[in-house]
């Protein structure tokens, strides 16, 4: 048996190992501390902070580039029409059923077993493997917290289910709360100035502006006002309307560059809650998704957002699985697309010069 052969049984092993126990976001410690043993049970000095933990594969080396693979241990709540116990991974000839089997225990076991395959061989790169927490919820306590502990990543392999194809761009996020303002008065007397009326104008702005920059993978900036507060009787003229936009970005613009435009030509306040989950993107001519072309894997542009949101290097969302499973009752993953995605994943990373 192979040294690959082996460390994909055992991911295999670990993974149903993780899915029996509860990993809800930012509840992680079980399968936090699972996941450091079993690596220091492999003889390599494990970090932890919080639930997060990594461990590089040779002593670091200042003039060499640094990958990082990543992928998270958290999970959803599993809502209440699964038809099978989501914390005992279930196997089914091929298919292996649980909570986090897809979203993203398969991913997180095959870069670790890819890790731990090219561990002890000479790179011409520094290798990182961390396993993370809080990424369902964008927690702040998540990758994000360790990325200074890691230092300069030139390349960060995030692993998620894409079914082994390579994501080269994912779009943000912003949420902006904004707020019209006008004068409180009777309805009944020509009195006050309606706030809600002051709002329409920006509203329609927010549902009928394109922005210039079009993404190759990505599409256009899509706005959607989501959500509307106004007034407090049917008899009193309104001196406030709230709204709220959900803004997914392309990888043409920064959140806080989207921001400023946005400011430029709305007359009511504009308030982003953060500007953390930026879009991001890959070179088309960088050679990792230069060789995974070479190999047939196709690329595409992601619409859902991962922990790339947080990373400020380059990064490619790609592992094993499929995304339309992630978050479903009786989500499951199949042993062959683990055992596939190894495979893919050491033929893209041996060797390779980033």
């Keep these: 048996m192979t040294l690959l052969e082996q460390n994909t049984i055992e991911a295999i092993d670990l993974l149903k190992k993780l899915i029996q126990v509860q990993s809800f976001s930012r509840e992680e410690e079980g399968v936090s501390e699972m996941m450091a043993d079993y690596l220091s049970s492999k003889g390599l000095k494990v970090n932890r902070q919080g639930n997060n933990v990594w461990c590089w594969a040779q002593k670091y080396d200042s003039a060499k580039p640094t990958i990082l693979l990543n992928s998270h241990l958290d999970t959803v709540k599993p809502s209440k029409k699964w038809t099978y116990d989501p914390f005992q991974a279930t196997i089914e000839g091929d298919r292996l059923t649980g909570l986090g089997s897809n979203d993203a225990g398969g991913p997180l076991v095959s870069l670790m077993a890819t890790f731990l395959t090219l561990k002890d061989t000479e790179q011409k790169y520094n290798l990182v493997f961390a396993a993370t927490a809080e990424e369902e919820v964008s927690g702040q306590k998540g990758v994000a ?29 912003m949420v902006l709360d904004c707020e019209a303002h006008g004068k409180t008065g009777h309805a009944a007397r020509n009195e006050g100035d309606n706030a809600l009326y002051k709002a329409l104008p920006d509203i329609e702005w927010f549902k009928n502006h394109q922005f210039e920059k079009v993404s190759p993978h990505l599409g256009a900036v899509k706005m959607t006002v989501t959500q509307i507060q106004s007034g407090s009787q049917h008899n009193v003229v309104p001196d406030s309307c709230r709204f709220v936009v959900d803004i997914r970005l392309n990888e043409c613009y920064s959140n806080k560059e989207l921001h400023q435009i946005i400011q430029n030509n709305v007359k009511c306040d504009v308030i982003a809650r953060s500007y953390r989950l930026n879009s991001s993107s890959i070179s088309m001519d960088h050679p990792f998704v230069k060789r995974g072309i070479e190999m047939g894997r196709e690329y595409y542009g992601s619409p859902t957002t991962s922990d790339q949101a947080v990373m400020d290097f380059t990064t490619i969302k ?27 994943y050491i033929k893209l990373l041996d060797g390779l010069i980033v």
């Excluded at 094993?320 to 190894?342: C, F, K, M, Q, W």
């Design 145 to 173: 917290s360790i990325l200074s502990e890691l230092g300069k990543i030139d390349l960060g392999v995030v692993g998620e289910p894409t079914q082994m194809h390579m994501a080269v761009a994912e779009k943000g996020l």
């Design 318 to 344: 790609m592992g094993p699985g499929d995304s339309a499973r992630s978050h479903t009752p009786d989500e499951y993953i199949l042993l062959n697309e683990i055992r596939e995605g190894v495979k893919i």
